[in-house]
């Protein structure tokens, strides 16, 4: 692209005028040699050329970059609309910021909770021990139980418990083994962790 | 004013207005009107030039370089622009001239040299 287009627009548009004011000065030479009346050469010179102001617009049009100017009025437009009802503005404004903050403090939440990797070595190693029946699956335990999953289990490294606060409580067993892939929601894992 | 235009008188196939206006100027400078009347003469007034897009034509091929102008006299005693072809516009020429026969060439073996 040639940068000798976008520049001195006026005076070229003004140049163009002149060239095809001078278009027109020849065309109805031309008639007038043909015998027409002065008026009528004119008039035809005129219907063949078309709208001047549209070839003038169109080069304007080309020496222009359209989508800068188009965004540019946009944004002037937008602010006078704005500039016209303040309150309306202050409110949008108000929402908007409002919204946004709402957004952060719950993605920050969400991200703590559940993107972010636990603060412990290997997180990904970390299960759950469930009981699994007929009516689904549910954590906890009794000790005896806890005692026998401790125990028996060799597959784990580690199983400490938390409990759930109560007095008589019922164990949650959770177990740490390096080899042991298992997924499980990481926000069981925090809660229980805390406890380990 | 053309009145005596043949019925089958096309506008200017796209893109190739350029040329036309380039080749016009080989005979030397010419103003817009010079240059219109001059493609329509010289194609027997089977071509019609858009004036309306003429201008921008001229103002786009001095933009590339392949025309320069400066404002004159004309022979009817009236002020107008003149073009002049500039050697980077004579190459362009050439090589617009050459895609066209080209492409002219190879349509032409399609429909056939028998074809009515």
């Known amino acids: 692209m040639n940068a000798r287009r976008f520049v001195d627009r006026s005076r070229k548009d003004q140049e163009l005028a002149e060239e095809i004011e001078s278009h027109l000065a020849h065309e109805r030479d031309a008639n ?109 335990a009794n000790i005896p139980k806890f005692n026998l999953w401790h125990q028996q289990t060799s597959i784990f490294q580690q199983v400490p418990h938390t409990t759930s606060g109560d007095r008589d409580s019922t164990l949650r067993a959770v177990t740490i083994h390096s080899r042991c892939r298992e997924f499980m929601s990481r926000r069981t894992i925090s809660r229980c962790s805390a406890l380990r | 004013m053309v009145m005596n235009r043949p019925p089958d008188a096309g506008e200017i196939l796209q893109g190739t207005l350029d040329m ?12 817009g009107h010079t240059i219109a009347e001059a493609i329509e003469r010289t194609s027997e007034n089977a ?28 022979e009817n005693n009236r002020k107008a622009k003149y073009y002049q072809l500039t050697s980077k516009g004579r190459k362009e020429l050439a090589a617009a001239a050459g895609r066209w026969r080209r492409m002219t060439h190879a349509i032409g073996l399609i429909l056939g040299e028998s074809f009515e």
């Open chain 2, 20 to 31: 036309l206006i380039l080749r016009t100027l080989v005979l030397g400078p010419a103003h």
């Open chain 1, 32 to 140: 007038i040699a043909r015998g027409l009346a002065a008026d009528e050469s004119r008039r035809r010179a005129n219907v063949r050329f078309g709208n001047a102001r549209t070839t003038r617009e169109r080069v304007w049009r080309y020496r222009s970059l359209p989508w800068i100017e188009d965004l540019w009025r946009d944004l002037r437009f937008a602010l006078r609309a704005l500039a016209k009802t303040p309150g309306f503005a202050t409110v949008a404004v108000l929402l908007i910021a409002v919204a946004i903050g709402v957004n952060t403090a719950v993605f920050s939440v969400t991200d703590a909770v559940l993107l972010k990797p636990l603060t412990y070595p290997d997180p990904q190693a970390l299960v759950e021990l469930r009981n699994l029946s007929p009516q689904g699956s549910f954590p906890g």
């Open chain 2, 47 to 74: 071509l019609e030039v858009e004036q309306g897009s003429l201008y921008p034509a001229l103002h786009r091929l001095e933009d590339r370089g392949w025309l320069s102008s400066e404002w004159g006299v004309s």
